[in-house]
C-alpha cells in the first residue's frame, strides 16, 4: 500500500517530468501545490506530506542545477552573478531542508513502537538494523523503501555542497536498509520459470544494483575528500573515517560494489525479457559508476 497522494495523476506527472529529465516545465510548481494540500488534508507528519516534502525538495534542487552554469559557478566560487547564484544555492539549501523533513518524518514513521514494534532501527554514523519479520503498518514495505532513497537524495546534495563528510553519512545511513531488502528478496524462493520467479529476479536485480550504487557514492565520496585529514561531519564534527583509513575504507566498498555488479551483470543475462530493458540502462550507467570509481581510487592509492 502507498499514501493517497502519490496516486494523484499530478502526483505522477511531476514524477515523470523529473524522469524524463523536464523539471523546469512545471514540476515544482505542482509539488508545491500538493504539498500544501497534503498538509491541509492529512497532516504536517504525515507520509503524505512526507513523500511531497521530499518530491519537491529534489525537485527544486534539480531545478535549481540544470543549467551547466550553476554547477561549475558553485564549484569555482565565481562571483559573475552574484545575486542569480546566491538565489539558486538558497533554493537548492530550501530543497535540502524539505528532503530532511521527509526523510524524517519516513525514519520516525518506521520507528514508531505504537505501530511497528517489529522494527529496530538505530541511526548511527555507520550502522542501522532493520527486521521486518511481521507486517502491521499497511505503508511499511513503502516507508522501507521510500527512507534509504531518501538518504541517498540528501547525499546527492551535500556531495554537490562539497559536504563530503556529510554525505558519506547519509550514504552509510542508506546502506542497512538496501541490504536488509536484497536479503529479503535474496531468500524468496519462486517455482522456476514461472511469471513470479520473472518478477523476482527483476526486484532481486533492481535491489542489487541499488546496493551496488551506494557502495560506490561512498567510495567516490570518500576519494573527494582532502587527504591528511579525518573525514568528518559538518555539524557534530563527528570523524567518520580516520585519515590513515581513508585509502583503506574507500578499497573496501569499492570491492563490495565491483562483487555485487558482477551478480547483477549475471541476472540482466539471466533474464531474456522486454520488462529488463530501462534496468538494463541503469545497469550499464552503473558499471560506468563503479568502472570510474576504480580507475579514481587507483590513481589516488598510487600518489
Known amino acids: 500500500m502507498v499514501p493517497l497522494v502519490t496516486k494523484d495523476p499530478r502526483f505522477r506527472a511531476a514524477q515523470k517530468l523529473i524522469r524524463t529529465g523536464r ?5 515544482v510548481n505542482i ?7 497534503a498538509k491541509e488534508e492529512f497532516g504536517e507528519q504525515s507520509l503524505e506530506t512526507a513523500a511531497v ?6 525537485s527544486l534542487f534539480l ?3 540544470r543549467s551547466k552554469a550553476v554547477n561549475s559557478d558553485y564549484h569555482r566560487g565565481d562571483q559573475n552573478d552574484v545575486a542569480t547564484l546566491k538565489t539558486d544555492y538558497d533554493v537548492i539549501e530550501t530543497g535540502l531542508e524539505h528532503m530532511v523533513i521527509g526523510c524524517t518524518i519516513f525514519y520516525e514513521h518506521l520507528n514508531d513502537d505504537e505501530s511497528n ?3 529496530n532501527t538505530s541511526k548511527t554514523s555507520s550502522t542501522t538494523s532493520v527486521s521486518t519479520e511481521k507486517k502491521k503498518d499497511p505503508y511499511l514495505e513503502w516507508s522501507l523503501e521510500q527512507l534509504p532513497r531518501a538518504l541517498v537524495g540528501i547525499g546527492d546534495i551535500q556531495s554537490f555542497q562539497q559536504k563530503h563528510g556529510d554525505a558519506i553519512q547519509s550514504y552509510l545511513n542508506a546502506l542497512p536498509y538496501r541490504e536488509a531488502a536484497l536479503e529479503k528478496l535474496a531468500n524468496i524462493k519462486p517455482d522456476e520459470e514461472s511469471e513470479i520467479d520473472l518478477r523476482t529476479t527483476l526486484e532481486v536485480m533492481k535491489s542489487r544494483r541499488l546496493l551496488v550504487e551506494v557502495y560506490t557514492l561512498i567510495v567516490e565520496e570518500i576519494l573527494q575528500c582532502l587527504p591528511g585529514h579525518d573525514i568528518k561531519t559538518s555539524e557534530s564534527n563527528e570523524v567518520l573515517i580516520k585519515d590513515t583509513d581513508r585509502i583503506k575504507m574507500a578499497k573496501i566498498y569499492y570491492e563490495k560494489a565491483r562483487e555485487e555488479l558482477q551478480e ?5 543475462a539471466k533474464i531474456d525479457s522486454e520488462e529488463t530493458t530501462a534496468e538494463k540502462e541503469n545497469v550499464c550507467h552503473l558499471a560506468t559508476m563503479v568502472m570510474e570509481a576504480g580507475i579514481n581510487l587507483s590513481t589516488v592509492a598510487a600518489d
Open 117 to 119: 514494534d517489529n522494527i
Open 23 to 27: 523539471v523546469h516545465l512545471g514540476a
Open 63 to 65: 531545478n535549481a542545477t
Open 31 to 37: 509539488f508545491s501545490v500538493l504539498l500544501e494540500r
Open 264 to 268: 547483477v551483470i549475471f541476472l540482466m
Open 53 to 58: 516534502s521530499y518530491e519537491y525538495g529534489h
